[in-house]
T-cell receptor, first 112, second 113 residues
Framework: SQQGEEDPQALSIQEGENATMNCSYKTSINNLQWYRQNSGRGLVHLILIRSNEREKHSGRLRVTLDTSKKSSSLLITASRAADTASYFCATAFRSNDYKLSFGAGTTVTVRA | NAGVTQTPKFQVLKTGQSMTLQCAQDMNHNSMYWYRQDPGMGLRLIYYSASEGTTDKGEVPNGYNVSRLNKREFSLRLESAAPSQTSVYFC????????????FGQGTRLTVV
């Protein structure tokens, strides 16, 4: 069963705008990861945030984690056409033997 | 820097046929996984191998078998393909089971008619 649920399912923004997507989960986690998938391609790892961390940055990406609300957000700043992709959150938690459990993803379209 | 390599990239099977999807990684990772991706459902774990010599069922193992041939290679076999197995299959690997980033192959698009 899917542990993470992304919101929104789809997002359309203008180039240069920021994009924010959220992930909610049900069980206490060890870590939460964000992945990107371009059309017809495999998934590419973006950021891993551990349960004792609250925020991580990587280039134009910012991930926050709120364990009290069991939620995470991914912010992409100053979006580019190349950011057009699907974004997935994945959680690893002890009761699932740390198997990565993926959500259904958020599809982001960046308009030129 | 090949990473995770899957073969074939595309395959069409008739119902009842069998086939093996191959996966190899060159990063000396301990853990390997097979996922399937269907529209609107994200990725679902079929089988995994936490370390060389071990394999375990994931969320949707029925109709599949796996072999961890060695540390590099992890194959997925469909013994008698069914239309419900039409999907995109991804192999992935990681150094530490569930605790660090996973690296994915480019996927195999399988159609069962």
């Amino acid at each position: 069963s899917q542990q993470g649920e992304e919101d929104p399912q789809a997002l359309s923004i203008q180039e240069g705008e920021n994009a924010t997507m959220n992930c909610s989960y049900k069980t206490s986690i060890n870590n939460l990861q964000w992945y990107r998938q371009n059309s017809g391609r495999g998934l590419v790892h973006l950021i891993l945030i551990r349960s004792n961390e609250r925020e991580k940055h990587s280039g134009r990406l910012r991930v926050t984690l709120d364990t009290s609300k069991k939620s995470s957000s991914l912010l992409i700043t100053a979006s580019r056409a190349a950011d057009t992709a699907s974004y997935f959150c994945a959680t690893a938690f002890r009761s699932n033997d740390y198997k990565l459990s993926f959500g259904a993803g958020t599809t982001v379209t960046v308009r030129a | 820097n090949a990473g995770v390599t899957q073969t074939p990239k595309f395959q069409v099977l008739k119902t009842g046929q069998s086939m093996t999807l191959q996966c190899a990684q060159d990063m000396n990772h301990n853990s390997m996984y097979w996922y399937r991706q269907d529209p609107g459902m994200g990725l679902r774990l079929i089988y995994y191998s936490a370390s060389e010599g071990t394999t375990d069922k994931g969320e949707v193992p029925n109709g599949y078998n796996v072999s961890r041939l060695n540390k590099r290679e992890f194959s997925l076999r469909l013994e008698s393909a069914a239309p419900s197995q039409t999907s995109v299959y991804f192999c992935a690997s990681s150094e530490q089971w569930g605790l660090d980033e996973a690296f994915f192959g480019q996927g195999t698009r399988l159609t069962v008619v």
